[in-house]
């Protein structure tokens, strides 16, 4: 079985789609500082965006090890449980760190918008889940699955600045 980040990195369409509107790059996978998960579990850089953002694997194990995404900034937040979930996330909202309130509507509008940009956005998304081989969910699906996520087995990923043992801000909350 091929691994996901191996299809990607085999798949120009779906690392194109990835890398932009999704901003996720897999050459990007140091962070910008020095950080830890508070419970010591491992920690993986595996991909990032352009703003210095990463995102991480925690603990042991492959591709279905929780995700965790540290911003530049010094929010963090566990976004996805395995590379499956954080793609199929990517893929159908690459606007999810523009949304604030995870309805419905507001998904809605942050779509037309990347629409107007891009045209063929829905084309492309389409093109790279089929390469990857990954049923898409609904947007406000999958931002709900992200929050649920973030909220719930998030608080056992807390990421800590470890020059100064100070963790970070949470990227979503109630």
Known sequence: MTSLLAALREHDDAASY????????????????????????????????????????CGQGGEERPVLYADSEGGAALVAIGLPELLRLLLVA??????????????????????????????????????????????????????????GAGEDFVLVFTPEGEPYAPLISD
């Open 94 to 151: 690459p606007w999810w760190r523009d949304a604030r309130t995870f309805t419905a509507e507001e998904s809605r509008d942050l779509a037309a918008e990347y629409e107007e940009d891009m045209p063929d956005l829905m084309a492309r998304r389409d093109r790279a889940a089929a390469a990857l081989g990954l049923d898409l969910p609904a947007e406000e699906d999958a931002l709900a699955r992200m929050r649920e996520v973030a909220l």
């Open 18 to 57: 990835l890398a932009w509107p999704g901003d996720f790059d897999l050459d990007r996978g140091d962070h910008v500082e020095e950080v830890h998960l508070a419970s010591g579990a491992a920690l993986e850089g595996f991909a990032g965006d352009g703003a210095g953002g990463t995102f991480f694997f």
